[in-house]
């Protein structure tokens, strides 16, 4: 089978694989339909994390091909939607909404989502079918909840969005995106997205966004507090993970306000003295996006929300390198690859 791998930073590849089977008797084997590239590829891409020969992908849909003997809620042909991180979905960690944490934790897929067929642990907990076989167009909205739009959603519910409330979003990436898309459907009121790119500012505003601060770093921060009347947001998504985006998401947020941050922290070091006298609260880290598939499935499936319209470049799988070479350039804010 066909699968991409990253050779090294920069280099990455198609390579013909053996067609992973079943180890555990909980676990399922997929057949891809759709994966993408995800913003936390390009960490590795880019030299900042260690890569050799890795098989890449942690975001997709499919059909299952193939059970295990005590896979009981699945059946071959269903389609479905994964994760990011195989979960059982029942330990008490699951039970609270945390499944990102399960004890029983482990890769989404093995050894990668982008290639033909993968192998998913603990099948019963971690994918969800859909109620039939989707509409092609659906198929990118349903990728999405794998791991973006999740993404999104727990930042924005982690930043406690809702009615009444001003959410500032830092990131203009899929994530902060979806954070925009979260923040509408949970109620917020007003809805600030930092970007300084056009055509992401207009999928901001398509998505929800009712104003946009181009300004970073402590000016955007100053252009928050004037938006609020001099005392920040109430709920701040961060969803960038470096030094300087996860200080502005605590500088815009008011005394008492949220922030709920999902990019992946590098370097990141918080200073204590600053976040004692700043009187957040702050709640992130890998989201739990498996709490949340099954309510985003059927706002998909019922057309109320369209997160798929964050691809903007759809690419056979033969062609991934130039996938990974349009996000790193950000030509692309997210690739669809087809299998
Ligand atoms: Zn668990």
Redesign the pocket.
Known sequence: MRAVVMVAPGDVRVDETERPRIVEPTDAILKITAACICGSDLWPYRGADAVDHRPMGHEYVGVVAEIGSAVTTLAVGDFVVGTFIS?????E??QAGY?TH???RGPGADPGAQADYARIPNAD?TLVATPGVPDPELIPSLLAASDVLGTGWFAAVAAEAGPGRTVAVVGDGAVGLMGVLAAKQLGAERIIAMSRHADRQALARSFGATDIVEERGDAGVERIKELTGGLGAHSTIEAVGTQESMMQAIHATRAGGHVGYVGVSHDVALPGRELFYSGVHLHGGPAPVRRFLPELIRLIWDREIDPGKVFDLTLPIEDAAEGYRAMDERRATKVLLTL
Request: glycine share 8%.
């Open positions: 979960s059982d979905n029942t330990c960690i699951c499944q399960c004890v029983h907990g």
